[in-house]
C-alpha cells in the first residue's frame, strides 16, 4: 500500500484493535479513518495519547516520509554496516 500521497496519519493496533488516525496538521485535530474493535473508552485513550504526542508525531511523520527514495524503501537512519 503506497501511503505517500495521503495526509499525515497514524495505524493503532493492539491486540485485535486496529484502527487509523488523520492527523489534521492546520487545526491541530485528530479524524478518526478507520477503526475496528474499537470501544470509545479505548477510543478516548488513544486520542489523548495522540494529542499529547501530537507535534512529535507529525514531525516523525514527516522525517520518515521525506527519506524515501524512488524505489519506496526508506533511505533514512543510520546504517552501521555499511
Not at 477503526?35 to 495522540?50: Q, S
Request: one cysteine or more.
Amino acid at each position: 500500500m503506497n501511503e505517500r500521497n495521503e495526509p499525515p496519519h497514524i495505524h493503532v493496533q493492539k491486540g485485535d484493535i486496529d484502527c487509523k488516525f488523520w492527523l489534521k496538521v492546520e487545526a491541530f485535530d485528530i479524524e478518526d479513518a478507520y477503526t475496528y474493535n474499537l470501544n470509545p473508552g479505548n477510543r478516548r485513550h488513544i486520542r489523548k495519547i495522540l494529542f499529547a504526542n501530537f507535534d512529535y508525531l507529525v514531525e516523525e511523520y514527516r522525517k520518515f516520509h521525506s527519506g524515501y527514495e524512488g524505489s519506496g524503501k526508506y533511505s533514512g537512519g543510520n546504517d552501521e554496516s555499511a
